[in-house]
């Protein structure tokens, strides 16, 4: 995917200046490809939640990959590194880019912890990759569906990431307990996956609560719990934005008509299923498979 088509894969939340959120969503069957210019003055933090994702160097002659449940911090100071990214299908990823001197004033009084902000490694290069922890998951999730108004979005984002780096170079991971105390059980997300996984699996006909907990072992209290904080929705409000984005895309393939791409996505009759398109995107199915032709 070349970067015109990356528009429909990158959302760019601008913080403040020198202070910016990336998220990439490549939902579809095929690798996706998107760029971003990034001088030396930045540092960077990217977090797979979904899939893998392949930071590109020096013309595709080096490539660093970042796999599921992974983060890459990258930081030169020496040269540019902007973003060429390959995303591998149904991935998901997670970038925060921040200006080195806006870096430096979060942790000007704990640069001791964080050991390449000391002035020895102020001009050094610094790559590192680790796997991020359950309560960082929850962050990041949260980043990803976010449902705050625009006006809000800046000061929510801001709250999110500084909460995010904190968690990030956080040496005392019982600090951590306490914000989400279910879901810093790794078992307990890893059954929360399995739960999400199973919804989109059958979109057109999704399992029961009931069904769902059993299967993945836990009460349907903990799975309601769970989900919500792992993914900022409820189960079947999870269930329903997938399946009017794969609806959508369906329909953005011009590969179905409308009657069609509502009884794959699980509606049996179509006004059902143009109702439920109309409240999710402000515009029926047909204006909108107009509006693509146009």
């Not at 760019?12 to 939902?27: D, H």
């Not at 796997?131 to 809000?152: E, G, H, R, T």
């Not at 170079?169 to 929360?192: G, M, S």
Request: proline share 3%; aromatic share 12%; with cysteine.
């Amino acid at each position: 995917m070349d970067k015109n088509n990356a528009k429909s894969l990158t959302e760019k939340n601008v913080i403040e200046e020198g202070f910016y959120v990336l998220t990439y969503q490549n939902e579809s069957s095929e690798k996706a490809r998107a760029s971003e210019e990034i001088n030396s003055s930045f540092i960077q933090f990217h977090f797979c939640l979904k899939g893998k994702a392949t930071f590109l160097f020096n013309q595709g002659n080096y490539a660093f990959p970042v796999e599921e449940e992974n983060s890459v911090l990258l930081y030169n100071p020496q040269r540019d590194l902007p973003i060429d990214l390959q995303l591998e299908p149904d991935s998901w990823l997670i970038g925060v880019v921040i200006s080195i001197k806006k870096f430096h004033s979060l942790f000007s009084s704990d640069a001791d912890q964080i050991h390449f902000l000391s002035p020895e490694n102020s001009t050094k290069k610094y790559y590192d990759t680790k796997p991020f922890s359950a309560s960082m998951a929850v962050v990041l999730s949260q980043i990803l569906n976010s449902k705050v108004q625009d006006s809000m979005k800046a000061l929510y984002l801001k709250g999110k990431v500084y909460e995010l780096l904190s968690l990030y170079f956080n040496k005392d991971e019982t600090a951590d307990i306490e914000q989400c105390p279910f879901l810093i059980d790794d078992e307990h997300v890893r059954k929360i996956r399995k739960a999400k996984d199973l919804l989109l699996d059958n979109m057109a006909e999704p399992p029961s609560l009931q069904s769902l907990s059993e299967e993945i072992g836990l009460s349907m209290s903990k799975l309601k719990e769970g989900f919500k904080q792992l993914y900022g929705d409820t189960v079947y409000g999870y269930h329903l934005e997938h399946k009017m984005e794969e609806a959508r895309r369906m329909l953005a393939s011009k590969q179905f008509n409308v009657n069609e791409v509502g009884l794959k996505v699980g509606y049996s009759t179509s006004s059902h299923f143009i109702a439920a398109f109309k409240k999710k995107f402000g515009t029926t199915p047909k204006k909108y498979l107009l509006s693509l032709s146009s």
